[in-house]
Every structure is written in structure tokens, then in C-alpha cells.
């Protein structure tokens, strides 16, 4: 099994000057302190090209100024985790990597072998780093499944991290959802009560770290969706923390509890003291 991040992931290509440093950038972003991450070059131009650093701040509001182009030379003593390359040449010439990096290939047009006007290079550049965002995306997305007993003790030490209530969870953890990253640790997590037609959406938590990278959101969707072929008529929640995530990104509109205190009579949860005090919100989905 591969350690525990912050993982060391290398971009290479050929220049260092376009592909490699939006890829460096945009996964520094994306990958939400999860990666170390470098770029260079097998063989470098020295100057990075401007548009990049231009996209980079215009549509992902990234600062680059500090982009660097430089030989893979500098790194060759690193230990990588996953080493990427981005463009043909770097693929044919990519050395052996110590430690046993997992080795990609993502073969993408050059945006600076773009001839025309400025407009259309920039339109080249724009183009080539919305690719690297989807790769990047697919890549840290972790596999959402089903929760198992298996899972129980890693649910219950995540709910405590992220102060949680216990209370409940063994009992309906058939309802529960969970996600790995990938060395397999549990990063994330949400369940559903069945209550008749209502269903108590709880436990919604990803890890420390792990936090604003849109496992939450892809977590929550998915829930919904599988509730609503179930059958859930409306979806309750109770919060202290997490009110406008959910109304911005659901549609889930504050309600008050009273209105459901005989359909969740039942839940241990909705019975907390400790939960007395917290907005109740609702969701309808049919
Ligand atoms: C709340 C939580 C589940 C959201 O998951 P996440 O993976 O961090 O969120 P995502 O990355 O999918 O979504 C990010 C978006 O939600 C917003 N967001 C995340 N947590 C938020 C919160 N607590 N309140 C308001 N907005 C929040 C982000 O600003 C971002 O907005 P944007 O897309 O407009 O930029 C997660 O932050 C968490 O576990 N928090 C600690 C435990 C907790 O409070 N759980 C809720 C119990 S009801």
C-alpha cells in the first residue's frame, strides 16, 4: 500500500514552459495540500511562457509568477509518487525515477506550437489547461461506495474528527456512503435514515485536508440521487456548521423541526440535546 500523502507528483515535458507549469499550478490548487507538486523539463527553455502565468490568473485566479522552468536534473534525487508526463518527447526520453513512481501519459497538444493571432494562442492555452483540470479532477476524485461493516470503525473516527455525533450510525449504516483516496484511507463519508417517506441526511464529513476539493458536494448528489430512485419523498437535515453548503449547492430551504419531530421520533440523532439547537433544513424531491 502506497504511504499516506502529501504524495510527490512530478509534470514533465519537454520546456517546462506551458503544459507542465498549468499542470504544476492547477494541481497545487486542486489537489487541496494533498500533493507536493513540481514540474521541469527534459529540456528546459528557461522562461516560462507568458500565457500560461495569463491563464492561469484570468480564469483560474491562480497566482504563477514564481513559475520557474527548469531541468528534471534538479529533482533526479527526489523520490516521486506519481511522475506525469505531458507531451510526446518527454515521454521518450523520461528517465528511470527512484522509489517506483506511478508513471502516466497524458499526451496534450502544445498550445505555444500555436501560429495566429494572439487571440488564438490564448484560446490554445485556455483550451489545453481546461484539459489538465479534467485529468487532474478525474484523478483525485475518489471512488464513492456503499459502506460496510468493514467500514464502521473509519466512519466513526472521521465523524470524531470532524466532531460529529456517534449516535445511530451502527444502526443505519446500510444508508451510508464512503470514500477512499488513493492509498485506501476512508476521507469522507455521508448517510442516509430511512424514515417512511422521509429520509434524515447525516453525517455529511470529509476529512481535514481533504475539505473544498468538491468530495462533499459529489458525496451529497449522489445520496440524493439514490434516494430519489428509493422513493424519499423529502430529504431533512439538521446542522450547525453547514447551512449555506447545503442551500447553495442542493436547494435545501430552513424548516421548522417541529413540523418533522413524529416522523424522525425514532432517530437517535434527531434526538440529540447536542442537536436541539440546530437548523433543521429540508429538500423536496418529488
Ligand atoms: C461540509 C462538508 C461536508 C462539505 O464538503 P467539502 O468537500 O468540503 O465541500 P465541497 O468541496 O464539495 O464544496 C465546496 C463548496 O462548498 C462550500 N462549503 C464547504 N463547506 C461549507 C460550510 N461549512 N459552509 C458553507 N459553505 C461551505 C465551499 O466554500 C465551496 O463553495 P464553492 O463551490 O462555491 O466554492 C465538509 O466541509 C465537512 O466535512 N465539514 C466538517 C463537518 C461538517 O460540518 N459537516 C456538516 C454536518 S451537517
Redesign the pocket.
Known amino acids: 500500500m502506497m504511504r499516506i500523502g502529501p504524495y510527490k507528483f512530478l509534470f514533465l515535458c519537454t520546456g517546462n514552459s506551458a503544459r507542465s507549469i498549468l499542470g504544476e499550478y492547477l494541481l497545487k490548487r486542486l489537489g487541496g495540500g494533498r500533493f507536493e507538486v513540481f514540474s521541469a523539463g527534459s529540456f528546459p527553455t528557461g522562461k516560462v511562457n507568458p500565457l500560461a502565468i495569463q491563464v492561469l490568473k484570468d480564469i483560474y485566479d491562480i497566482d504563477a509568477s514564481d513559475a520557474r522552468s527548469k531541468s528534471w536534473e534538479e529533482f533526479k534525487d527526489l523520490q516521486f509518487d506519481f511522475v506525469v508526463t505531458v507531451c510526446d518527447n518527454a515521454r521518450e526520453s523520461c528517465p528511470v525515477w527512484p522509489g517506483q513512481p506511478i508513471v502516466a501519459h497524458w499526451g496534450l497538444p502544445d498550445p505555444a506550437a500555436v501560429e495566429g493571432t494572439e487571440a488564438e494562442k490564448y484560446r490554445a492555452f485556455k483550451e489545453v489547461a481546461a484539459e489538465i483540470y479534467r485529468r487532474i479532477q478525474s484523478f483525485i476524485a475518489p471512488a464513492i461506495t456503499d459502506a460496510s461493516s468493514q467500514d464502521l470503525s473509519d466512519i466513526l473516527d472521521l465523524l470524531t474528527q ?1 466532531q ?1 455525533p456517534h449516535d445511530g450510525v451502527a444502526e443505519n449504516l446500510n444508508g451510508f456512503l464512503v470514500a477512499r483516496d488513493e492509498s485506501s484511507r476512508l476521507i ?1 463519508t455521508i448517510g442516509l435514515e430511512r424514515h417512511g417517506s422521509t429520509g434524515l441526511l447525516r453525517s ?3 476529512a481535514p485536508g ?9 458525496l451529497t448528489r449522489h445520496l440524493l440521487e439514490r434516494a430519489k430512485n428509493d422513493g424519499v419523498e423529502r430529504v431533512v ?3 450547525t ?2 447551512s ?2 447545503f442551500a ?2 442542493f436547494g435545501f430551504c430552513e424548516t421548522a423541526r417541529t413540523v418533522f419531530d413524529t416522523e424522525l421520533a425514532e432517530s437517535a440523532e434527531w434526538n440529540l440535546p447536542r442537536c436541539s439547537t440546530a437548523v433543521c433544513m429540508t429538500l423536496t424531491l418529488r
Open positions: 470532524v460529529l469522507a455529511a464529513a470529509v481533504y475539505q473544498g476539493c468538491g468530495i462533499g458536494s459529489r437535515l439538521l446542522t456548521t453547514a449555506e453548503f447553495q449547492h
